[in-house]
């Protein structure tokens, strides 16, 4: 089984900045890629940013210059910098990974439970 934890969602004024964790854990041979989505009320649930492994970040164009995704592989883990937070940024995020787990022919994407981001005007 393969699970996914965030951390580090919480409440902010405009300006400010947040660093989002996301660790997987479990039976896993292989991540190819990682990232970050977010869903806010009403609306879709749209990617930030991901990474794939020994790959380039791929970011929304929203976030771009204010966001930095970053991995660590040895911990399974990634990474989200947010600074300069707008109330735009308001909403659950979410950390997705593809994920090859160990005796499996084919990888699965998984998604962690969310965190909450609110930024305050």
């Known amino acids: 089984q393969v699970r996914l934890v965030e951390s580090g969602g919480g409440l902010v004024q405009a300006g400010g900045s947040l660093k989002l964790s996301c660790v997987a854990s479990?039976?896993?041979?292989?991540?190819?890629?990682m990232g970050w989505y977010r869903e806010a009320p009403g609306q879709t649930r749209d990617l930030v940013a991901d990474l794939l492994t020994a790959g380039t970040p791929d970011y929304a164009d929203s976030v771009k210059g204010r966001f930095t995704i970053s991995r660590d592989y040895a911990k399974n883990a990634v990474f989200l910098q947010m600074n300069n937070l707008q109330p735009d940024d308001t909403a659950a995020y979410f950390c997705?990974?593809?994920?090859?787990?160990?005796?499996?022919?084919?990888?699965?994407?998984?998604w962690g439970q969310g965190t909450q981001v609110t930024v305050s005007s």
């Open positions: 479990g039976s896993i041979f292989g991540i190819t890629k």
């Open positions: 997705k990974a593809s994920i090859m787990r160990r005796g499996a022919d084919y990888e699965f994407d998984y």
